[in-house]
């Protein structure tokens, strides 16, 4: 951190914290009274990028189907993926499980308790080698992410970008300093329960908050606007025309993607780049010898990931035919077999109504 930074002593932050945490804390269902650091791990992962709430199901069920780290390693892909299903970020379910093969693996099934031994597992990085290191193993390892940086940077009252790489070091440095002998469990969840429920993004409860009287940016009046982040760079779009094809069977043509890049491995409704015209699309279908007994346009849909924006328009067709270049499954299928994507799931209520 450079001159002029603020100081930072989070020494205050630890009985103040554990105390409102005891009374305050939320019952999720992955809050344990016997640490497991493989539950640990699976909900963290879970929760990057993801909210609680729709985290708590996918949790239930994961854990349910897989309850242990051998059930993890060595579940099939398309199991793994049918779990995930929905939750987007797929690359974490992947890694999820090469991470599970690596402990099964190097560490005898037990997952290291060590912040370097955690780092060096496929797809945990700082923060959840942090976060499984205090939170399952009582360590004194700060789990730095967002909501903590957020916190951090009101209590300095510091407009330093919080993106900076410097930043999240000192923030780390000085917690860690501070980790409460025998409580760094509950430290470290305290300050993500505090980010998640009082000390808010855009509105922070201040009058809530037992920091308060602690807190530079709540005494300049500045904390609303904290912390600063640079703008995050425009998304690309991307315009697609997908086929919502139905056999007269009943079936659903779906095809895998490519193994590498965007949702790799996962299923979807055959697309082509670009939005083509009626007749265009009509051309389509006929090159590939489908004679649509119905064909209409459906409504468009558009998804949004962190760097890139889908505009998708759908074209529906009821075929004569079920061309060999695709999977053709049922609806039951669909939905206990296939791991369709959320960014097509705006299409869904339009193949399944159509009669
Ligand atoms: Fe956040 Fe307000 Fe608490 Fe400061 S007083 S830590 S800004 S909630």
Known sequence: MGPGSP?????????????????????????????????????????????????KPYYTRFIAELPDLPALAGVSEEKLLKLWEGLGYYSRARNLQKAAQAVMREHHGEI????EQLLKLPGIGEYTAGAVASIAFGRPEPAVDGNVL?????????????????????????????????????????????GAMVCLPGNPRCMECPLRDKCAGFKAGTAPALPVKKAPAARKIVTLTVFLLR????????????????????????SV????????????????????????????????FTHLEWHMAGWFALCLEESPEWVWATP?????????PGAFKGFQSDWMTEK
């Not at 290291?112 to 912040?115: F, I, S």
């Not at 330093?160 to 409580?183: C, M, N, S, T, W």
């Not at 039951?332 to 369709?340: A, I, N, P, V």
């Open 112 to 115: 290291p308790a060590e912040r």
């Open 332 to 340: 039951e299928e669909c939905r206990t077999r296939y791991s369709l």
């Open 273 to 304: 780049p670009g939005r083509l015209s009626r007749g265009e699309a009509l051309a389509w279908l006929n090159a590939r010898t489908l004679k649509p007994l119905r064909f209409r346009k459906t409504a468009p849909h558009r998804h949004v």
């Open 7 to 55: 100081k930072m002593d989070f020494s205050f932050m630890p009985s103040r914290l554990l105390e409102w945490y005891a009374a305050a804390a939320r019952d999720l269902p992955w809050r344990l009274r016997i640490p497991n650091p493989y539950l640990t791990l699976v909900s963290e992962i879970m929760l990057q990028q993801t909210r609680v709430e729709t985290v």
């Open 247 to 270: 056999s007269e069977q009943g079936r659903i043509a779906l095809r895998k993607r490519p193994g590498k890049g965007i949702l790799a491995g996962l299923w979807e409704y055959p």
């Open 150 to 194: 957020r916190v951090c940077a009101r209590l300095l009252n510091s407009r330093h970008d919080i993106a900076d790489p410097a930043f999240h070091k000192a923030v780390r440095k000085h917690l860690q300093r501070v980790y409460p002998e025998g409580k760094c469990s509950e430290f470290t969840q305290s300050i993500m329960e505090l």
